[in-house]
């Protein structure tokens, strides 16, 4: 990796629950927080959305956005249509043409990408992570993505916006942070 990647990607972990920091505090509301494992992290508001895509490709959508917490039925089975009817519900809200009961490999990237959206939001994250969401889509699915991320902020969510490419960053941030390796220089 390149040296630059490290304090962004300690950053996400620190954040995300994965590391406790050497120093410094975290704090969330006017409140410090500990950020001790990841669950703790999603207690806190907290979601990540990697580089990479981490959806199980052969899983649904829903099944994919309710992985690791499925809704059960009565007799502890999963209830698939529950599960389906709420990600389609989630869906909707972020205005996205998705079938939730789709395969997540017949989907393209950027739609992998709005899924990964929809299942941090799941968790109710009030701040969003998101490590440089355009390295691998075209430029209408930035401007979908774009406007997706202006609608959350609208609905009161933040986001942290980890990206190289300045032009973005003059597009949809608010205020910018510059690290250097894993140096915050301005």
Do not use: W
């Amino acid at each position: 990796r390149r040296s630059s990647d490290l304090g962004k990607s300690t950053l996400i972990k620190v954040l995300g629950g994965i590391y406790r920091p050497d120093r410094g505090t975290i704090n969330i509301g006017g409140k410090d927080v500990e950020m001790d494992n990841v669950q703790i992290a999603r207690e806190h508001g907290i979601g990540i959305i990697h580089q990479e895509i981490v959806l199980v490709p052969h899983l649904t959508v829903a099944e994919n956005i309710f992985l690791g917490r499925e809704i059960l039925d009565r007799f502890g089975f999963k209830n698939m249509g529950e599960m389906l009817r709420q990600a389609q519900e989630m869906l909707k809200k972020l205005g996205l043409d998705i079938d939730a009961d789709t395969k997540v490999v017949e989907l393209t990237i950027a739609q992998q990408q709005m899924v990964e959206i929809v299942k941090a939001i799941s968790y109710h994250s009030r701040i969003l992570v998101m490590d440089e969401p355009t390295s691998s889509i075209s430029d209408k699915e930035v401007e979908f993505l774009f406007s997706t991320m202006r609608e959350l902020t609208k609905k009161g969510v933040g986001i942290i916006y980890i990206s190289h490419k300045m032009d973005e960053l003059e597009q949809i941030c608010d205020r910018v942070t510059v690290l250097r390796d894993g140096t915050y220089v301005g």
